[in-house]
């Protein structure tokens, strides 16, 4: 059957979106809202100032079960996950042998498992990954009964903490269980907005009961996945598939700071990872490419794919993310530049439509991060 025909799955927030009249777009093989009727720039904005609600039940939880599934994972990720505490999250992904990116995912450390949230568009394949290559140390477990959702802004906490107050305790990239809305959760500190947020895990059947009781809290607005894409591109956060890909290795995204001391060349733990070889001389050497953040120097927004090139018109690399920022009011883009032209204050040019727009390599996040540390 063709992608066409195949009929799009529902997250269990469906009807509650049709109901606040969002637009619904096909998103990795499920029907998301891309937007609400306020719009994408209202959306976003209330995320930076207030408090916005996403449905992110599309990307996969799944559990990993058993005494070794902690050692196991570190044979498919270069990250710590042996040393990493009851009620931490940690940023991982898991690698391929040409030390390029299969997906980017988020660990977390629960008393009897480790949870992991992984990308939608590349869920699948990763169950298969997982169950393929340590399938016999540990019990992969699919969370197909659960939904997620995703309370992010400065005023995320305030909101939340009115079904439970203990949430506040949490810090950035921390979890543990509470009671909301009557319902049993796990709630990590964490997002993809660059603000302050939570991402809760509710069992599906509860989900909407949950969302009601978030949106109406004076503070929250739902919003689509439009506003998420712009929020994480001013918070300099990678989209998978975009911004990182199977061709892409960490070092060149500018993610070595994922890779703990211990798993490092010299480390306790070194290696052991498909692709370690080239990852770790990249850390060594370093890389002809670099990820880079570009502002605008002209008000026209530089789309993903463009070109990017010297003075001269010689290719230096390509644009893999880019919008007007609606927090910066000014465009701003990520690329993949070579590591030459990819200095801070460096200009370059955007070839948009025959024309070159003059952009500036400059440090990221493009808006400072709200995390609660």
């Known amino acids: 059957m063709s992608a066409q025909s195949s009929p799009l799955l529902h ?4 009807a ?5 009249g969002a637009k619904m777009v096909p998103f990795a093989g499920y029907a998301m809202p891309v937007q609400y009727p306020a719009g994408i720039l209202a959306e976003h904005r209330h995320c930076r100032y207030e408090a916005a609600l996403f449905d992110v039940s599309h990307m996969g939880q799944l559990k990993l079960l058993g005494d070794d599934a902690a050692a196991a994972l570190e044979t498919l990720v270069p990250q710590d996950i042996i040393d990493l505490p009851v009620g931490k999250q940690r940023y991982a992904f898991f690698t391929n042998t040409a030390g390029g990116l299969l997906d980017d995912l988020m660990v ?9 949230v992984v990308n939608a568009g590349c869920k699948a394949a990763d169950i298969q990954h997982l169950i393929t290559n340590i399938g016999h140390r540990c019990t992969v477990v699919t969370m197909p009964e659960h939904a997620l959702l995703a309370l992010q802004g400065p005023h995320a906490v305030t909101a939340l903490s009115r079904l439970n107050p203990a949430v506040a305790t949490l810090s950035f990239m921390t979890g543990g269980d509470f009671t909301l809305a009557g319902v049993e959760c796990f709630v990590t500190r964490s997002g993809y907005t660059g603000e302050d947020g939570f991402e809760i895990s509710v069992p599906a059947a509860h989900a909407e009961a949950l969302a009601r009781a978030l949106l ?21 956060l990678c989209l998978y598939g975009h911004d990182v890909d199977t061709r892409t290795s ?15 060349p010299g480390g306790a733990r070194a290696g052991g990872y498909p692709g370690a070889g080239v990852i770790e001389g990249h850390l060594t050497m370093g890389t002809s490419v670099k990820r880079v953040g570009l502002i605008g120097l ?17 290719a230096l690399g390509r644009v893999t993310s ?19 032209h990819a200095g801070l204050q460096h200009e370059v040019y955007a070839e948009v439509r025959g024309k070159r727009l003059p952009m500036r390599v400059t440090p990221m996040p493009f808006t400072p991060h709200g995390y609660k540390r």
Request: glycine residues 8%.
């Open 216 to 236: 109406a809290e004076p503070e929250v607005k739902p919003a689509g996945l439009g506003a998420r894409d712009t929020l994480r591109l001013e918070a300099g």
């Open 16 to 20: 509650l979106h049709l109901e606040l």
């Open 108 to 116: 977390t450390r629960r008393a009897d498992h480790l949870l992991l």
């Open 298 to 314: 002209e008000k026209v927004p530089v789309r993903e794919g463009t070109t990017i090139v010297d003075a001269h018109g010689h």
């Open 322 to 340: 880019g919008t007007l920022g609606p927090t910066v009011h000014e465009p701003v883009a990520m690329a993949y530049l070579a590591a030459n």
């Open 11 to 14: 997250t269990p927030l469906h």
């Open 250 to 264: 960490p070092i060149e995204a500018g993610l070595a700071w994922a890779i703990q001391k211990v798993r490092r």
